[in-house]
């Protein structure tokens, strides 16, 4: 195995993978409180057979 005497640990720009995630944690956030809503909105206009 070849080691690459370059890399430095810790010295990875890592902007980009906190701003994607901070997305996908908004993303999340949003898509469960649109489907608890319409859950809400389902159960109240219920109709019975």
């Keep these: 195995m070849t080691q690459d005497s370059e ?3 810790g ?3 890592i902007s ?3 701003r994607g ?9 949003w898509s469960l409180i649109g489907i608890l809503l319409i859950m809400v ?9």
């Design 7 to 9: 890399f430095k640990h």
């Design 11 to 13: 010295s990875m720009d």
């Design 16 to 18: 980009q993978h906190r």
């Design 21 to 29: 995630y901070a997305g996908f944690l908004t993303f999340t956030k």
């Design 41 to 49: 909105f389902l159960a109240f206009f219920r109709t019975h057979g």
